[in-house]
């Protein structure tokens, strides 16, 4: 039932309403009924689909992630267990930026590659449950994920990526200390953007001999927004302007650690009191367009010795904005936010089966045939709504693992005078504070 519903969902020719709609394409040989009791009863191994996911990743664009979470609003759910209060920068309210809507909090990763398109191809999924950590759940995504690269490398030592290190990029809601100080010692890179306002510690100088006391761990203080603090960069770079792009000035500090601020540290998981808080070491990156519509960004970088290339690292984390346009299609086309499940674990078999329906529309990019409208440009690659329009035409070729519905009959139906029971209602949990 859930290859079926995958199929229906990519041969539909539009937005889905709601979940019975599936039952109408001819590729769903079951009823209506059953689409939700896949849901509910269906078993997906989400260990062994995240391996299957992150084997179909283009490993010649150079193994560019984007970590982010984004939302399953269920406001008007009280009998929906674990909703917590999540922040939705897509609803303007009041003027403001964003609202607080209740529901389901859900983290993806996601390959972005280094081409400027709007394909992502997600890798990961997994829901931030209630007393959950934003961050320790990307520490267990990206662990898992780099078990998967490691098992598809050539056994020389090399990989169809050119034996780069994979790059992680995650935005300013993600702890750089956290991230960094977990997976030392890994073969990735992270890259997290860091506050306009943020202070950066350079290392201490070397201890002049004879002195007692504890040893300094903080040097010089570098803060973001003051210029009077910054030292000469180690590193420089200047990208000439391109046709339609401005041009861009890109700086790098190496060996600087993020001052971690108390508040921050105490939610740190195996953070103890009246003990050093962690020291995480890497570089800071300032990019700069000449163009004042962009304003200049900071980045703190991550990883093993020797990897760090700052071509590579600024384009990749520009790339990051990727994953945007995969939660837009994915909630517009794919109706991923679109079932009123009452449960969040039947919305994690739902995500997982939109995870599915987009990266076979990954692979299927060279079979479609280019069903343009009259107002779209005629050159280009193709855009995923492009593909999902002629996956209908491809389907009967490529045949489906599901088997046969067997007949039945319909059930007797609720004895009479049998009521039912009243859905526990739950409250709404506050999450945990990010880092």
């Given at each position: 039932m859930l290859f079926e519903m995958v199929d229906a969902l990519l041969c539909h020719p539009g937005r889905l309403e709601s979940l019975p709609y599936l039952s109408l394409e001819p590729v769903l040989r079951r009823g209506h009924g059953s689409v939700y009791a896949a849901l509910d009863?269906?078993?997906?191994?989400a260990a062994v689909l995240a391996g299957v996911l992150a084997g179909v990743v283009d490993r010649s664009s150079g193994l560019?992630?984007?970590l982010?979470?984004?939302?399953?609003?269920r406001p008007d759910a009280p009998t929906s267990p674990d909703r917590t209060l999540n922040y939705?920068?897509?609803k303007d309210v009041g003027g403001g930026s964003g609202v607080v809507t209740p529901g389901w909090w859900f983290q993806w990763l996601a390959a972005t590659g280094t081409s400027g398109s709007s394909w992502a191809?997600?890798?990961?999924?997994?829901r931030i449950a209630v007393g959950e950590n934003h961050n320790v759940v990307a520490v267990g995504q990206i662990e898992a994920l780099l078990k998967q690269v490691a098992a598809d490398r050539d056994p020389d030592g090399g990989d169809d990526g050119g034996g780069l290190v994979p790059i992680v990029c995650a935005d300013g809601d993600y702890?750089?200390?956290y991230l960094g100080g977990r997976l030392t010692g890994e073969r990735v890179q992270i890259v997290v953007r860091l506050r306009k306002d943020a202070v950066v510690m350079a290392d201490p100088p070397p201890r002049e001999p004879g002195t007692i006391g504890r040893p300094r761990v903080h040097g010089p203080k570098m803060k973001l927004s003051d210029r009077r603090s910054w030292r000469d960069p180690d590193e420089y770079l200047a990208v000439p302007a391109e046709p339609g792009r401005a041009a861009v000035s890109v700086s790098v500090w190496h060996g600087m650690?993020?001052?971690?601020?108390e508040s921050a540290a105490l939610r740190e998981p195996g953070y103890r009191p009246g003990y050093s808080r962690p020291v995480t070491r890497g570089s800071v990156v300032w990019v700069c367009s000449a163009d004042p519509a962009y304003p200049p960004m900071w980045l703190f970088w991550t990883g093993p010795e020797g990897s760090f290339d700052l071509d590579r690292v600024w384009r990749a984390y520009l790339r990051r904005y990727g994953i945007e346009h995969l939660f837009r299609f994915l909630k517009q086309?794919?109706?991923?936010?679109?079932?009123?499940?009452r449960g969040p674990e039947q919305a994690e078999r739902w995500s997982w089966l939109v995870a599915v329906a987009y990266v076979h529309l990954v692979l299927a990019r060279g079979l479609i045939a280019d069903q343009r409208l009259s107002w779209e440009r005629r050159r280009g690659p193709l855009s995923p709504l492009r593909v999902k329009r002629g996956f209908r035409g491809l389907h009967p070729r490529l045949g489906s693992p599901a088997k046969p519905r067997k007949p039945s009959r319909p059930g007797p139906g609720r004895p009479t005078g049998r009521t039912s029971i009243p859905a526990t209602r739950h409250r709404i949990v506050r999450p945990v504070t990010k880092t």
């Amino acid at each position: 039932m859930l290859f079926e519903m995958v199929d229906a969902l990519l041969c539909h020719p539009g937005r889905l309403e709601s979940l019975p709609y599936l039952s109408l394409e001819p590729v769903l040989r079951r009823g209506h009924g059953s689409v939700y009791a896949a849901l509910d009863r269906g078993r997906i191994d989400a260990a062994v689909l995240a391996g299957v996911l992150a084997g179909v990743v283009d490993r010649s664009s150079g193994l560019v992630f984007a970590l982010d979470c984004s939302q399953w609003p269920r406001p008007d759910a009280p009998t929906s267990p674990d909703r917590t209060l999540n922040y939705d920068a897509g609803k303007d309210v009041g003027g403001g930026s964003g609202v607080v809507t209740p529901g389901w909090w859900f983290q993806w990763l996601a390959a972005t590659g280094t081409s400027g398109s709007s394909w992502a191809s997600p890798v990961a999924v997994a829901r931030i449950a209630v007393g959950e950590n934003h961050n320790v759940v990307a520490v267990g995504q990206i662990e898992a994920l780099l078990k998967q690269v490691a098992a598809d490398r050539d056994p020389d030592g090399g990989d169809d990526g050119g034996g780069l290190v994979p790059i992680v990029c995650a935005d300013g809601d993600y702890s750089p200390v956290y991230l960094g100080g977990r997976l030392t010692g890994e073969r990735v890179q992270i890259v997290v953007r860091l506050r306009k306002d943020a202070v950066v510690m350079a290392d201490p100088p070397p201890r002049e001999p004879g002195t007692i006391g504890r040893p300094r761990v903080h040097g010089p203080k570098m803060k973001l927004s003051d210029r009077r603090s910054w030292r000469d960069p180690d590193e420089y770079l200047a990208v000439p302007a391109e046709p339609g792009r401005a041009a861009v000035s890109v700086s790098v500090w190496h060996g600087m650690h993020p001052r971690a601020s108390e508040s921050a540290a105490l939610r740190e998981p195996g953070y103890r009191p009246g003990y050093s808080r962690p020291v995480t070491r890497g570089s800071v990156v300032w990019v700069c367009s000449a163009d004042p519509a962009y304003p200049p960004m900071w980045l703190f970088w991550t990883g093993p010795e020797g990897s760090f290339d700052l071509d590579r690292v600024w384009r990749a984390y520009l790339r990051r904005y990727g994953i945007e346009h995969l939660f837009r299609f994915l909630k517009q086309y794919l109706a991923w936010t679109r079932p009123r499940v009452r449960g969040p674990e039947q919305a994690e078999r739902w995500s997982w089966l939109v995870a599915v329906a987009y990266v076979h529309l990954v692979l299927a990019r060279g079979l479609i045939a280019d069903q343009r409208l009259s107002w779209e440009r005629r050159r280009g690659p193709l855009s995923p709504l492009r593909v999902k329009r002629g996956f209908r035409g491809l389907h009967p070729r490529l045949g489906s693992p599901a088997k046969p519905r067997k007949p039945s009959r319909p059930g007797p139906g609720r004895p009479t005078g049998r009521t039912s029971i009243p859905a526990t209602r739950h409250r709404i949990v506050r999450p945990v504070t990010k880092t």
